[in-house]
């Protein structure tokens, strides 16, 4: 079956400072995984996304992620935090089908 | 102008009480999917729809009820509320051969 998971509920960093956040799915079949944020009041915002292209996957806001099946993993990185990043971030994959399984979400807070 | 809608975007009401929360979309999409979000359980999904005659159960229907009038258009009801259905509820799209779903704004549930 497949699912996906975020490791760390909350993660703080200093502005400026690397963001990292951890997303791990397991899956029978390559999925297409994505990165959403979620800013307060507000629905969920594509970051980016991997459909089996390029492996390393750049989106928006200098958000970028890399697929490593080895690992089963698809970490979201930025170089440098800014505080307008603070925000709800969600991993997601589905294998093409109509099921998209969706981590519980890493809560991201900016230190000025 | 947003192309994923809900109305309304907050709503109190009390056990047993029929509630109905509407969504509409202007991409032109003919999937539709209902969700809940609770905090640190992620999106679960109640409903989806993949065109106007075909309506699907998701992990969690219990207690919900849907109708999908037109293509742009899907309804999710609480027959009798209960205040375990207080959450936030997001409607979503996506398209045939597009990968990633679409959000609107949500809907802040709360039953007393």
């Known amino acids: 079956a497949q699912s996906v998971t975020q490791l760390g509920s909350h993660v703080s960093v200093s502005e400026g400072a690397l963001v990292l956040l951890r997303c791990n799915y397991s899956s029978s079949v390559p999925p297409y995984l994505f990165w959403y944020v979620q800013y307060p009041n507000q629905g969920l915002q594509l970051l980016l996304k991997y459909t089996s292209a390029a492996t390393l996957v750049k989106g928006i806001n200098g958000f970028e992620a890399e697929f490593k099946k080895s690992e089963t993993s698809f970490h979201l990185t930025k170089p440098s935090a800014h505080m307008s990043d603070a925000a709800e971030y969600f991993c997601?994959?589905?294998?093409?089908?109509?099921?998209?399984?969706f981590g519980t979400g890493t809560r991201l807070k900016v230190l000025a | 102008d947003a192309d994923v809608t809900q109305t309304p975007r907050n709503r109190i009401t009390k056990t047993g009480k029929r509630i109905m929360l509407e969504c509409s979309q202007t991409?032109?999409?003919?999937?539709m999917y209902w969700y809940r979000q609770d905090p640190g359980l992620g999106l679960r999904l109640i409903y989806y729809s993949f065109d106007v005659k075909d309506i699907n159960k998701g992990e969690i229907s219990d207690g919900y009820s849907v109708s999908r009038q037109a293509q742009a258009k899907f309804s999710l009801s609480l027959e009798s509320a209960i205040p375990n259905q207080t959450a936030l509820y997001f409607c979503?799209?996506?398209?045939?051969?597009?990968?990633?779903?679409?959000f609107g704004p949500g809907t802040r549930l709360t039953v007393l």
């Open positions: 979503a799209t996506s398209g045939y051969r597009v990968n990633e779903q679409f």
């Open positions: 997601a994959a589905t294998s093409g089908t109509y099921k998209y399984i």
């Open positions: 991409k032109g999409h003919d999937r």
